[in-house]
């Protein structure tokens, strides 16, 4: 089975500084991780993805994410934040490849919150 | 490409009636899934269509639920008897490979 855990509920940060937002999976086969980034009352909007290929993906609005194998992590990060980063992100495993649904499993989201 | 859409945005309900949810995907999308996210919680699968066949169904998806996607172009999810703990947002997404394009969801209010 596979699992997601997003530490911190809650991250805050001021304009400009650096936002980093942590992700942790777990996963019986080679997995694909994504970033979604959800506003208030929409749907999910894909940041980024990492599908076997380069392990330092970039995403859009300046995000970019690494995928390390040996930590089992894919964090978030982004050099300098704006004030319309302010959502809700969720990172996400599938097990594409594996002849299954290639359904999602999500983490719990971490909310951030970006300060003038 | 006019993206995945869901219909109604919102549906208000009183326990114990039956609700029926549409979504319309990327034309060209073979791939359904639906998905239930309650406050403060990721989504979680509920259901999975390739193209007409619904090839995978969650263990949440209790027996009052049933997902329909006839000719392997739009999808509907039906509640009956609903309950308050039904109360979510319902999201649909599409895909044709890795990645999966999500609706703006239905937001249910059982009261």
């Known amino acids: 089975a596979q699992s997601v855990t997003q530490l911190g509920s809650h991250v805050s940060v001021s304009e400009g500084a650096l936002v980093l937002l942590r992700c942790n999976y777990s996963s019986s086969v080679p997995p694909y991780l994504f970033w979604y980034v959800q506003y208030p009352n929409q749907g999910l909007q894909l940041l980024l993805k990492y599908t076997s290929a380069a392990t330092l993906v970039k995403g859009i609005n300046g995000f970019e994410a690494e995928f390390k194998k040996s930590e089992t992590s894919f964090h978030l990060t982004k050099p300098s934040a704006h004030m319309s980063d302010a959502a809700e992100y969720f990172c996400?495993?599938?097990?594409?490849?594996?002849?299954?649904?290639?359904?999602?499993?999500f983490g719990k989201g971490t909310k951030l919150t970006v300060n003038p | 490409d006019t993206g995945v859409s869901q219909d109604p945005r919102h549906k208000i309900t009183k326990r114990g009636q039956n609700v029926t949810f549409r979504c319309d995907p990327i034309?060209?999308?073979?791939?359904l899934y639906w998905y239930r996210q309650t406050l403060g919680q990721g989504p979680e699968f509920l259901t999975y269509?390739?193209?007409?066949?619904?090839?995978?169904k969650s263990r949440l998806l209790s027996d009052r639920f049933s997902a329909e996607r006839p000719k392997g172009s739009f999808s509907t999810l039906e509640i009956q008897r609903t309950e308050q703990g039904d109360s979510a947002m319902y999201l649909c997404?599409?895909?044709?490979?890795?990645?999966?394009?999500f609706g703006p969801g239905t937001r249910l209010t059982v009261l």
């Open positions: 996400a495993v599938s097990d594409h490849g594996q002849g299954g649904s290639e359904k999602l499993v």
């Open positions: 997404a599409s895909s044709i490979s890795a990645e999966q394009f």
């Open positions: 269509f390739q193209n007409e066949a619904q090839l995978e």
């Open positions: 034309s060209e999308h073979n791939r």
